[in-house]
């Protein structure tokens, strides 16, 4: 407690502290972690629904060696128990992984087959090591867990690979069937219900695609292909897989023409045992919402563009790059958010984004996402809904979701960071029951001024309730020096039916704070 006194300040304030008490997104509760100046420090926050939060902090120390702290807090962000771990230079972070009831790290050693799997108990913070040894040298860029296996997924000689790591006697063996050219892992999903393991593919071959599911055991041992039909010209890209009851899943996820990452459109279908049932299209422009985030003059244009082909007898033809979330269960229904994105390229002061023209000495410079799609679907894998959520200008360098969802009174709260605001907007179903609003984020203090905001995040909590962070440099009114650095956790609640806050009071308020 005494360490975690000199690194840590708890700032707990409530709605009376501030005049925006009153507007839809309260900002009550707050955790600050020092910054250290000297050496290399970062972050993660776990939030871990009604089980309250974990925050790890990884610290370089001597000699290459890091010192990592968990902090575990309730959703009152009170803090639980912190514990400790020495990860020697050896060792690099590759992947990481949780489930209800603990958190993994999967470790590797530099140019090495040895691994180690770091498991940290989120009720009490003891923690556990497992060593062992990879079977051979592979790209890892998968890694789960069910019960006491680690499932680890990655490419050799560019040729996927699945390796199921035991914890009990540390044996690792690779799943069969998986060693083929031409394929690449969609996804690894766990199936707790079941206790099973499904490893999504996408196979090219002889320009034809095929999008198959691989279930196997807890054991390692396959039980079952299911090959998803390629109807016409489109080739499913991605998958997420819904386990209805014993024998039934539903799968939805997105598609294209032809064998490309471009997608298309939106599928949905139920599985039986191994058997797709006929899967239902839906390309973009049967989405009633889809370019609701374009400008009024911009959408009339598309759309006209679309009714001509159709007219003619031609199919419309779309190249979005999408993320898919993970399926949220909202009742008796199902609601998908996706993103639409594109990579961003930078040549000196020269941006260029989408299917740019070749350029040998353009840059990477992240991703930029124009907006997001929420669709909500029933058992039957029936469309039900879509709704369009416009993000404006958002950037990130990590290809990560950035539109989180709660949940309240039937309402879907969307919300995502930027600028150190969160932008947030309701919808209840098709209809947008509220419009876009901007919220600063803030500190404790009225008399901090927040010089800058870096790496913004925004999580989905428990309930109605958002997790704001990341990195901000604070200043003070009262004296003039350095500002000081800090890594910040705030806690926002969101009231729906709160009136709404003036755009002027809003700005007012910004800047006060330093925005």
């Known amino acids: 407690m005494k360490m975690l006194k000199q690194i840590l300040r708890l700032l707990m304030f409530t ?11 309260e900002q009550s509760l707050r955790l600050e972690f020092k ?4 050496n290399d420090e970062y972050f993660d926050v776990t939030p871990l629904n009604k089980d309250g939060l974990l925050v790890t902090q990884r610290k370089e120390e001597y000699y290459g060696n890091e010192k990592w702290s968990f902090f575990r807090f309730d959703t009152l962000l009170k803090q639980q128990w912190s514990a400790e771990y020495k990860l020697s230079y050896e060792l690099h972070p590759i992947k990481t992984y949780h489930n209800q009831n603990y958190l993994f790290w999967l470790l590797q050693e530099t140019d ?3 691994l180690t799997v770091l498991r940290v108990d989120l009720h009490n913070g003891e923690i556990e090591t497992f060593k062992g040894d990879l079977l051979t040298r592979a790209d890892i860029v998968h890694f789960k867990v069910l019960g006491n296996t680690a499932f680890i997924g990655g490419y050799h000689h560019s040729r996927p690979v699945v390796m199921a790591f035991s914890f009990f006697d540390k044996s690792i063996k690779a799943l069969p069937y998986l060693y083929t050219t031409n394929t690449e892992i969609s996804n690894i ?12 593919l996408y196979t090219i071959k002889r320009g034809d695609c095929q999008f198959t599911i691989k279930t196997y055991s807890y054991e390692g041992k396959l039980i079952k292909t299911t090959t998803m039909p390629f109807e016409g010209n489109n080739g499913l890209i991605s998958g997420k897989i819904l386990p209805l009851d014993e024998a039934s899943s539903l799968i939805v996820g997105n598609y294209a023409q032809g064998c490309t990452q471009y997608s298309q459109g939106l599928y949905f279908s139920r599985i039986k045992d191994a058997e797709p049932e006929k899967l239902q299209w839906v390309d973009f422009s049967k989405l009633e919402n889809f370019f609701n985030y374009l400008k009024p003059k911009r959408k009339q244009r598309v759309v006209e563009k ?10 419309p033809k779309f190249r979005y790059r999408l993320l898919v979330h993970e399926v949220i269960k909202s009742n008796d229904e199902f609601v998908l958010v996706a993103e639409v994105y594109y990579p961003v390229y930078k040549n000196g002061n020269m941006y260029s984004g989408g299917m740019a023209a070749r350029n040998p000495n353009r840059e990477f410079d992240g991703f930029r996402y124009t907006h997001a799609i929420v669709c909500g679907f029933d058992k039957a894998g029936n469309l039900l809904w879509d709704n369009c959520f416009a993000l404006e200008n958002v950037e990130s360098i990590e290809l990560l979701p950035m539109v989180q969802v709660t949940r309240r009174d039937g309402l879907l709260v969307l919300g995502y960071p930027k600028d150190g605001k969160i932008n947030t907007e309701v919808i209840e179903r ?9 919220f600063t984020i803030k500190s404790a203090d009225d008399n901090d001024r927040i010089v800058d905001n870096e790496r913004g995040l925004l999580a989905a909590w428990h309930d109605h309730y958002f997790l704001a962070y990341g990195y901000q440099k604070i200043g003070s009114e009262k004296w003039v020096g350095a500002p000081r650095e800090v890594f910040y956790i705030n806690r926002f609640s969101y009231d729906p039916y709160a009136p ?4 002027k009071e809003e700005t007012k308020k910004g800047k006060s704070s330093g925005n």
């Open 15 to 25: 709605g009376a502290l501030y005049s925006e008490a009153q507007a839809q997104l």
């Open 35 to 38: 910054v250290s100046q000297t």
């Open 112 to 114: 090495s087959d040895k």
């Open 189 to 200: 999903e766990l199936d707790e219900q079941r206790n099973q393991l499904n490893v999504l």
């Open 306 to 315: 679309i009714s001509k082909r159709k007219e003619e007898g031609k199919e």
């Open 430 to 438: 098709n209809k947008i029951v509220r419009e876009k609003e901007a």
């Open 500 to 503: 709404r806050l003036d755009a």
